[in-house]
């Protein structure tokens, strides 16, 4: 996976590589689909953002951590194949969204409520979906779409920044009012 993806992968290379059979394939994955899921979420489960006292910071951690897993080549070279089978496997597409993207957003909403328990942001404004569409985005165009500087720590800083900047945006706005 991590060096041909997704693309290449099959069930009879797959057992000719590990030294097992068909039937053990099938007992534990229902396809390969699920194997490159299960692969991938092993390899970049969540991590709690720690609380570093600020939301920019916190943005920033979050999004170095998320920079770190588009840039990795298990995912980059995965990725196309598996959006794929995500939009056509009713299966893949459930475990994506409860145990990749659920517990992502989370981590998002983690950070977003220990601002708000801080008064960096009101609670009443909080929009995350917008806010998890800027981190997420610019990270998924670069990964799908390499061009210009790609994957780099200054994308982690300027999304966290705009995602920030969003979500304290309309906290200020109401503040005037």
């Given amino acids: 996976m991590r060096s041909s993806g997704y693309s290449s ?5 797959l057992v000719a590589e590990v030294g097992t059979t068909r039937p053990t394939f099938y007992r534990r994955y229902r396809n390969v689909g699920h194997l490159a899921f299960d692969v991938i979420q092993h390899r970049f ?16 951690r979050l999004q170095r951590q998320e920079v770190a897993m588009f840039a990795d080549p298990l ?10 089978t995500i ?3 009713e299966s893949i597409r459930h475990l994506y ?11 998002v909403q983690a950070v977003l409520d220990r601002a708000v328990t ?6 009443s404004q909080m929009d995350l979906d917008w806010i998890c569409d800027l981190l997420l ?6 990964a799908l779409l390499p061009v210009g500087a790609g994957l780099t720590d200054e994308l982690a800083r300027r999304t966290a920044e705009l995602a920030f900047d969003q979500a304290t945006r309309s ?5 005037r009012g």
């Fill in 9 to 13: 992968l099959t069930v009879d290379g």
């Fill in 45 to 60: 489960g969540v991590n709690e953002i720690e609380d570093t006292g600020a939301l920019s910071s916190d943005l920033l």
């Fill in 75 to 84: 995912l980059r070279n995965n990725l196309p194949g598996l959006l794929e």
């Fill in 87 to 89: 939009r056509i496997d």
């Fill in 97 to 107: 969204l409860t145990q990749f993207i659920g517990p992502r957003r989370a981590n």
């Fill in 118 to 123: 801080r008064g960096e942001m009101e609670a």
């Fill in 137 to 142: 985005s610019p990270l998924l165009t670069k």
């Fill in 171 to 175: 906290s200020a706005v109401v503040a």
